[in-house]
């Protein structure tokens, strides 16, 4: 068949069917790839919450709790001669530890985040150590180079304890 046999008046009707339905299908499925594609809100935020590390950041747990141990048991010891805010997000507000004394924090569930910082912008360090299934002890310090600041302690589900 010819073009022009296309172009006479008889399929005028047929060949611009044929333009419309293109012409839809090309609007149409990148619209409907948009629609697919697009994350709800609530996989942006689980994103923003957990951003996945470079390789060269990836660090080895300092220490382990057994998993089923929850609640957890965690003694903060501030050995510098400063006072130490520090919180247990989700489960404490912030609270004020003075220089050379200690707390415990009781009945915390895992996953845990526990934060310290000085009022006066001071380095700290953290030892942690494992007394007993469920219980921790972190030592605080006064850090000497930014390299062994540490502001968070976190311990995940599996039981894995990073100092960061």
Known sequence: MKFTTLLNRKNSGLL?????????????????????????????????????????NVQMPVAYVPPGTAPVAVEIINSTNTPITYEAIGETGDRT?????????????????VTFERPDGGLIQAEPQVIAPGEIRIYLTEANNLDSDITNMRIEPNGSMYLY
């Open 16 to 56: 611009g069917t044929v333009f419309t339905s293109l012409l839809l299908g090309a609007v149409a499925f990148p619209i409907a790839s948009i629609a697919q594609n697009s994350p709800t809100e609530e996989n942006k935020l689980q994103a923003q919450a957990q951003p996945m590390p470079l390789p060269q």
């Open 97 to 113: 530890l003075v220089g050379g004394e200690g707390a415990m924090l009781m009945d915390l569930q895992i996953p845990l985040t």
